[in-house]
């Protein structure tokens, strides 16, 4: 079965610090991936996708992702936190041709000044 | 950007009763729309793949004559949820494709929170 699994449920981080969210999925074939921001009772929002082409993808605040397809990870990273990425964090994927998304459990950042 | 909107944003409901949810694409047409639900603290479950124009798919575990959704336009999508009850309550977003463009990505709604008492 495909699953896409985010390491960490919680991560607390003090502000300008960096911050790494894990995430690894499970398939065989060509993938999608994404990682979605969602603030508290809100939708969700892109914050960056990888489609194909290089494989560090980055978003217009700060956060980049990289997809290593030999240990089909897709972690998330910023060099340095405000007090405004404080929310929830999901990593999805689309597998093969299809359009279904896939969502990990999510990552909740907390971060501290 | 692609906007999605959902309406209402909020909306309590007695037991037995049902619920209609919008979802809409602003300003592209939406060949695909999907609904999700999400409990506290959860991620996103997707409960149904709706195409323009013809009958929705429902994911497995997710009964279709309790969630009933009708995806009539290009860009409007509805969820009812009929016979409501408390295990019910939870927060329901819609998301957009449009698939014309050729692009993988889903357009999200702001959710919709569905509370029955």
């Known amino acids: 079965a495909q699953s896409v699994t985010q390491l960490d449920s919680q991560v607390p981080v003090f502000e300008e610090a960096p911050v790494e969210l894990r995430c690894n999925y499970s398939s065989s074939v060509s993938v999608y991936l994404f990682w979605y921001v969602q603030y508290p009772n809100q939708g969700l929002q892109l914050l960056l996708k990888?489609?194909?082409?290089?494989?560090l993808v980055e978003s217009i605040n700060g956060f980049e992702a990289e997809f290593n397809k030999s240990q089909t990870s897709f972690h998330l990273r910023k060099p340095s936190v405000h007090i405004s990425d404080t929310a929830e964090y999901f990593c999805a994927v689309s597998y093969g041709s299809g359009y279904k998304l896939s969502f990990g459990a999510g990552t909740t950042v907390t971060v501290r000044a | 950007g692609a906007v999605v909107s959902q309406h209402p944003s909020r909306v309590i409901c007695k037991s037995g009763t049902s619920v209609k949810i919008e979802c809409r694409s602003l300003?592209?047409?939406?060949?695909?729309m999907f609904w999700y639900r999400q409990f506290p603290k959860q991620s996103l479950m997707l409960m149904a793949t709706s195409n323009e124009g013809s009958k929705a798919t429902y994911e497995q575990g997710v009964e279709k004559d309790k969630f009933l959704i009708n995806h009539a336009s290009l860009t409007l999508s509805t969820l009812t949820v009929t016979s409501a009850h408390p295990e019910d309550s939870s927060f329901y977003i819609c998301s957009a494709r449009d698939l014309l463009a050729g692009d993988y990505e889903q357009y999200f709604g702001p959710g919709t929170r569905l509370t029955v008492t």
């Open positions: 300003d592209f047409q939406a060949t695909t």
């Open positions: 990888y489609l194909s082409g290089s494989t």
